[in-house]
């Protein structure tokens, strides 16, 4: 079978790490070829080291723009030079251009979900909306949104496939075995509380887990924290650490490329988000054993279950966070019990094999129903630019449609 898969750029979002690990499962039995609208990030050589060469297809700063048009020209025109019979678009921006490039390409197209659409506005969630109903398939990857998908969305039940992230335990475990890349602060023994999020977004509320933190070692005044991650965001987490009195007990640790051995030096891990997907973190956690204590946002929950994998707050109580993490602090044994679930858990539902072995299987039921569409607009007299613009005219229209049933319900309520 012949695979497209295109995603934004090569960045270290969940998104993209599930993309390295599904290319290296599917290139052994399928013949892939990999797009991106940027040809950037850290994640490019990996992909290259597979002896894939990823083709750029630059949007010029806007999805409203003819450089937007001839990406979906640009596509289409691969997707038929290498014959690909299923395409799947990984985000949003990549989704844009993919399915009408599909449809043209005459191949079977499958729009990937991997979060509750919190970093887009409410047109683009419209619009992704909108991307759904026109694909073949949509991929979720956790229960949460799924919900959205078919309960929020309408998209026929039918059509859409929960396919939970995967893991390749022997690397991360390997991984975790081996030296430190670079060193950690020295903590002599103090119980260490780690959480891993970008600091680019506020939907990471790490000012929540830094809050939280400075509660709880009200009681437990050894306890300290590693943050790691990257953004923007840094100086302003760092200056609130500070003024929490948090100095030399909260350490920001920026990218790290050696993760899982900075989660083996760790007592517990920390999820605070308000918004997610299924967090590749908080598998990292489990698979390395850690009692979890996270927020109920996304899939969290859906990985940790309360009470059996870990322990489970409320989104932006910063309190009842401090208070979790002092009840795995005080329950060693308990604490143990999670950390030993988790692991088990990740070995059996999420490892990397069972995730490419889903993803096959989808793609080559769409392969098999693929609708043929480009033949049907050739032998109507259609042009590339027909099709192109007509595919994004239907999803303006739904975006529009959505927009104004939002305005008329809020009316309604006000």
Do not use: W
Request: glycine share 12%.
């Amino acid at each position: 079978m012949r695979i497209a898969e295109i995603i934004n750029s090569f960045d270290i979002g969940g998104g993209e790490v599930q993309l390295l690990e599904l290319v290296r499962g599917l290139m052994k039995r399928h013949r892939l070829s990999v797009h991106a609208l940027e040809l950037r990030g850290p994640l490019l050589p990996g992909v290259q080291g597979l002896g894939l060469t990823p083709e750029g297809h630059p949007l010029g700063g806007s999805l409203a723009s003819r450089r937007a048009l001839r990406a979906v020209g640009e596509l289409a025109r691969a997707f038929r030079r290498d014959g690909v019979q299923v395409v799947h678009a990984h985000d949003f921006y990549s989704a844009f251009v993919a399915v009408p490039a599909a449809r043209l390409a005459g191949a079977g197209v499958i729009v990937g979900r991997l979060d509750l659409g919190h970093l887009q506005s409410p047109a683009q969630r419209a619009v992704l909306a909108g991307l759904s109903h026109a694909a073949d398939a949509v991929i979720v990857n956790c229960g949460a949104i799924f919900d959205l998908v078919i309960g929020d969305e309408r998209v026929p039940p039918d059509r859409v496939s929960l396919v939970r992230n995967g893991i390749d335990l022997d690397a991360f475990d390997a991984a975790r075995a081996a030296r430190l890349a670079l060193p950690l602060p020295d903590v002599r023994g103090r119980p260490v509380a780690v959480i891993v999020a970008n600091m680019r977004h506020e939907v990471k509320r790490q000012e929540d887990f830094l809050e939280a933190l400075a509660i709880a070692r009200r009681e437990r005044p050894d306890l300290a924290a590693f943050l790691v991650g990257e953004g923007d965001r840094v100086d302003g987490l760092m200056t609130l650490a500070s003024r929490l009195g948090l100095d030399g007990h909260a350490f920001f640790l920026g990218r790290r490329p050696d993760v899982p051995a900075v989660l083996a030096r760790a007592t517990l891990g920390v999820l605070s988000s308000a918004q997610e997907g299924l967090s590749n973190a908080v598998i990292e956690g489990m698979a390395a054993g850690l009692p979890m204590v996270v927020t109920d946002a996304g899939g969290n929950a859906e990985l940790v279950r309360h009470g059996e994998r870990g322990l489970v707050v409320p989104v932006g109580a910063p309190a009842a966070l401090a208070a979790s993490m002092l009840q795995v602090l005080a329950e060693p044994a308990r604490a143990r019990a999670f950390g030993e679930a988790g692991r088990r858990f990740v070995e059996e539902a999420l490892s990397v094999e069972r995730m490419v072995a889903e993803h096959e299987r989808l793609y080559r039921r769409v392969a098999a129903e693929r609708p043929g569409l480009a033949r049907s607009v050739a032998r109507a007299g259609g042009g590339a630019r027909q099709v192109a613009t007509g595919g994004l005219g239907i999803l303006r229209h739904r975006a529009v449609t959505r927009a104004q049933a939002g305005e008329r319900s809020a009316g309604q309520a006000g």
